[in-house]
């Protein structure tokens, strides 16, 4: 069983940057290719980030392109430095694992949460204006 928990989170001004983390634990069986998603009231969860076993290969939502980095250590934990953040940023905001991702099956897509076995709970984000 793998364990995920996001931090990091807060309340931040229009334009402020905030750093979330993703520490994973449990029988991990080293890196596992994670995603970062996000859901406001209301809203259908959507894609934000994602970022490879080993690092190399990263995808980014196009609402976040150019100000959201993922990236990721040797301990497990990955990161999302968010900058020049906006208000229509404000969600809760998951990470998540993919085993199928992680073994590079085929079929699996890094912006389907469906395709994402292990999810930690969440950690919220507020901008205001």
């Known amino acids: 069983q793998v364990q995920l928990a996001e931090s990091g989170g807060g309340l931040v001004q229009d334009g402020g940057s905030l750093r979330l983390s993703c520490a994973g634990s449990g029988r991990t069986s080293g890196s596992k290719a994670t995603g970062w998603f996000r859901q406001a009231p209301g809203k259908e969860r959507e894609f934000v980030a994602y970022?490879?076993?080993?690092?190399?290969?990263k995808y980014y939502a196009d609402s976040v392109k150019g100000r959201f980095t993922i990236s990721r250590d040797n301990a497990n934990t990955v990161y999302l430095q968010m900058n020049r953040l906006k208000p229509e940023d404000t969600s809760v905001y998951y990470c998540a694992t993919s085993d199928k991702l992680s073994y590079g099956w085929n079929s699996a897509s890094y912006s389907n949460g469906l395709d994402y076995n292990y999810w930690g709970r969440g950690t919220q984000v507020t901008v205001s204006s």
């Open positions: 970022i490879s076993r080993t690092g190399d290969i």
